[in-house]
């Protein structure tokens, strides 16, 4: 009986610090690889943290891969929502099939997949949205970022509308490539993400 009740105890602390809550995971490309850096100090890895430290205690899985697109992602998902089994899904993509020119149309039809799939597993979505350099057209850029508005409004889903906000093109915030955010960045990144996915936790 003793034992049944401090067990039952134990249970109830854990559940009430949140530590019995679902996973958390998150499925992005090289800006959430945290790429040119330790993945140790990447957005992620300071999210996991903040969770634990606010007493939250969500397990984040990270699986994010460097040149990933919507494509890819949407093709790994099923098995990742099979393995973690989580009760939020963080999508992070998009940026890629920007940068390699490819129809707006198709990464909207890829991302809806993804949170249509996520929510069937019965998990939140808090979808992070991106834009492109201005080089790429005016035309070009602006239906790239309406995308994420767009499905946003028609999945209702929470959507961080720049996830790069006060990074991208800001001296010392990404690397010399000009394209990946450097160390100093990451803690923006998830200052930009957390007032949106906060009131989901």
């Known amino acids: 009986m003793r034992a049944w009740w401090v067990g039952g105890a134990v249970a109830l602390l854990m559940w009430a610090q949140g530590a019995l809550a ?24 300071l999210l996991e943290k903040r969770l634990a430290e606010g007493g939250f205690g969500r397990p984040v899985i990270n699986a994010s891969i460097s040149g990933d697109t919507s ?14 089994r989580p009760e939020l899904v963080i999508i992070e993509l998009g940026g890629n099939d920007g940068l390699r020119g490819q129809a707006p149309a198709q990464l909207q039809q890829n991302l809806a997949a993804m949170i249509d799939r996520s929510r069937e597993a019965g998990a939140k ?14 035309r070009y850029t602006r239906a790239f970022a309406e995308v994420y508005v767009q499905l946003a409004e028609q999945k209702q889903v929470p959507l961080v509308p720049f996830f790069l906000q006060g990074v991208g093109g800001v001296a010392d915030m990404v690397q010399a ?9 990451q803690a923006r990144l998830l200052d930009n993400v957390w007032p949106i996915l906060h009131p989901m936790l």
């Open 177 to 185: 490539d000009g394209i990946h955010p450097t160390q100093a960045a």
């Open 22 to 45: 679902g996973n958390v995971l998150v499925v992005g490309d090289s800006i959430s690889a945290a790429f040119g850096l330790d993945t140790r100090v990447g957005w992620v890895a």
């Open 125 to 138: 979505v808090l979808l992070l949205g991106m834009q492109l350099p201005p080089n790429y057209g005016q």
């Open 71 to 84: 494509a890819g992602g949407l093709a790994r998902l099923p098995a990742l929502l099979a393995q973690h």
